[in-house]
């Protein structure tokens, strides 16, 4: 499969730059144990990897308002650094990041939100991002392309000079709405997939 040349290259973080499942999962259940509910069930865990705490909340409480209320508040409170160690950096992310930099703009798109600068920060990544776009950034979450037209306007480009790196059908789907190009990482069936981010450089050139 030939590579693509794309002047931005636009990164999702779960999944992409992290296996973040068991700490998403931790600071979640974390939030239903004080208010006295189970821990998340299997869909819930899966929804825990790519949707956003907002949209994840509102699902859980969808009939509940009260209840819904309170878990906002909880996770908003709620320090998420106790579970920063349970994120596993992707192989090779750092010398990935650098070489994907050193020859595009790179951005980060990712359905998290007050987190985000806490993990860069914690992790040394804010140095391979030129720009990064949370949920608090935009209207709406992914799937809407939102996030993705804000990287592009930002860098001025148009989509046929950018790439959506992701792992999940939202991610999918934000890049298709946007018109761009889209790379999928782990097992999202796609006709452009690699296996992990450090293959991303058979794919960029």
């Known amino acids: 499969m030939s590579g693509v040349t794309r002047r931005l290259v636009i990164l999702d973080c779960d999944g992409v730059l992290f296996d973040s499942s068991a700490a998403n999962v931790a600071f979640y259940n974390a939030i239903l144990e004080r208010m006295g509910r189970p821990p998340l069930d299997a869909e819930g865990e899966v929804l825990a990897h790519w949707m956003g705490s907002p949209q994840l909340i509102a699902k859980l409480f969808a009939h509940d308002a009260g209840a819904h209320r309170t878990a906002r508040a909880l996770a908003r409170e709620l320090d998420y650094t106790p579970y920063l160690h349970l994120m596993q950096p992707a192989p090779d992310l750092a010398e990935t990041l650098h070489w994907i930099r050193a020859r595009s703009s790179t951005a980060l798109a990712t359905n998290r939100g007050s987190t985000v600068p806490l993990l860069l920060e914690h992790f040394g990544l804010d140095v391979h991002f030129d720009l990064v776009v949370g949920t608090h950034q935009v209207a709406r979450p992914k799937p809407a392309p939102d996030m993705l037209l804000l990287c592009l306007e930002h860098f001025g480009l148009e989509p046929a000079d950018a790439v ?17 190009e889209f790379i999928a990482v782990g097992a999202l069936a796609h006709e452009r997939r690699v296996s992990t981010l450090a293959e991303l450089r058979t794919q960029l050139r």
């Not at 959506?164 to 761009?180: H, I, W």
Request: negative net charge; without cysteine.
């Open 164 to 180: 959506y790196v992701g792992d999940s059908p939202t991610d999918r789907d934000a890049a298709n709405a946007a018109g761009m």
